[in-house]
């Protein structure tokens, strides 16, 4: 994960803020919590705590359900993103490992 990608998934922003920057209510945020669209970290006192990338999934969110998409359309649009990110984590793993095994290999010498 490059520097920038690990400020961005941080979590150092309380509700009241993300409330503010994505004009959501508590409950709203609680609720997108619940159907698992959103995982926000927790503190020791277990106030939730939300990442920049937490703050766009919730505008994200918000768009969608203004374009008439509903809880289970944005679920399954999340649930085929995240796929397809697992997909490509393990296709550059496959290249990796060949290019390794290609280099200390003898197939290499040719």
Known sequence: MNKRELKRS????PIGSVM????LTARQIRYYEEQQLIHPERNEGNNRLFSLNDIDLLLDI???????????????SFDKEKRK???????KIRIAL????MKESRFNRY
């Open 10 to 13: 941080k979590a150092v922003f």
């Open 20 to 23: 503010l920057l994505t004009e």
């Open 62 to 76: 918000k768009d969608m359900l203004d374009d008439g998409y509903t809880i289970k359309d944005i679920k399954a």
């Open 85 to 91: 990110q697992e997909k490509l984590s393990e296709e």
């Open 98 to 101: 060949y290019n390794d095994l």
